[in-house]
């Protein structure tokens, strides 16, 4: 019986782990990214406000993962970013940021929630 609980308390901790890696359903094989630019990719919840011509104005959560709290601000979405072609304003989206040379983060793709 102790070895079930414990099986069963060992798989519990493990879920939350994978989960925060998951890449929320974004297939991210034929982006041109370098390794170090995917490995510290940061996924984020963010509202569609506007979509232009290499940018995108959203909405997004607090993102503590680098010290951003909820905000509203224009992003660069890089070349060939990984979008669905049906996105709109009012769009609930989960957004993968990455860091560039520059030290700025730019929408690396952006997929419906």
């Known amino acids: 019986m102790k070895t079930l609980i414990l099986a069963a308390f060992l798989s519990m ?3 939350p782990a994978v989960l925060a ?7 991210h094989s034929n982006m041109p990214m370098t390794d170090e630019q995917m490995d510290g990719a940061i996924h ?11 940018t995108a104005n959203v909405s ?11 905000m509203t601000m224009d992003m660069t979405v890089l ?8 996105l ?4 609930s989206v989960i957004l993968m940021l990455v860091k560039g ?8 793709a952006m997929m419906p929630n």
């Open 44 to 54: 984020a919840k963010a509202v569609v406000n506007s979509i232009g011509d290499g």
């Open 60 to 70: 997004h959560d607090p993102i503590p993962e680098i010290g951003w709290p909820a």
């Open 79 to 86: 070349e060939g970013a990984q979008m669905s072609d049906d």
């Open 88 to 91: 709109a304003p009012g769009d």
């Open 101 to 108: 040379d520059d030290g700025m983060y730019a929408i690396g």
């Open 13 to 15: 901790t493990a879920t």
């Open 21 to 27: 890696q998951s890449s929320h359903g974004m297939d």
